[in-house]
């Protein structure tokens, strides 16, 4: 979505990837703010909830004001508030849906950018004892339930290239073995 900011030299300083975790109760979700600059004195924005799903939320509308960032997402009923540090690298502030949380974003760099993960599934870890989860991926689709499980060390994200080429028998999911998942949980 386009969108027009007053100030629009203010706007350029959030042109780029930002990144941040959202602790909300036990869940921690990784958010990326993606911004780019259109013609017309615009910019674009979106945002991504990796470790929920790698479709793309349109931001609909976004401000600066000074060093105060606003942006809102009325299609899951959540905005933020916060506040561009002096160097333009992170922003400090509120996400809000439903309730109140901090987030901070971070600017990212080719180094430390997270990748958005193409394949179409939703991600979520199942405690399956205290303190050892397990990630399960589900690609949807219909039909009978099928259960692809990895080995070698693997994790269930092996399956991204095929996975989705099943959905139109089975509903199908991915099971990250207990090893990997510790390994996930650990990083």
Not at 123 to 143: I, R
Not at 154 to 174: P, Q, R
Not at 182 to 187: A, G, N, S
């Amino acid at each position: 979505m386009l969108l027009l900011l007053p100030g629009f030299v203010q706007a350029q300083e959030l042109i780029g990837d930002w990144q941040g975790t959202l602790v909300i109760g036990q869940a921690k979700l990784r958010i990326i703010l993606k911004v780019s600059a259109e013609a017309d004195k615009k910019i674009a924005a979106e945002l991504y909830s990796i470790d929920q799903t790698s479709d793309a939320l349109p931001v609909d509308s976004i401000s600066v004001e000074g060093k105060s960032v606003n942006f809102a997402l009325p299609m899951i009923h959540g905005s933020y508030t916060g506040t561009l540090n002096t160097d333009s690298n992170s922003i400090d502030g509120t996400w809000t849906q439903g309730g109140s949380n901090p987030l901070k974003f971070q600017r990212a760099t080719k180094e430390t950018a997270w990748v958005i993960d193409p394949s179409k599934h939703t991600v979520q870890f199942v405690t399956v004892e205290p303190g050892v989860k397990l990630e399960v991926l589900d690609w949807g689709g219909t039909g009978r339930p099928m259960v692809l499980l990895t080995g070698l060390g693997n994790n269930a994200h092996i399956f991204d290239g095929f996975a989705e080429k099943l959905t139109g028998k089975y509903h199908v999911y991915g099971i990250t073995r207990r090893a990997m998942a510790l390994r996930i949980r650990r990083r």
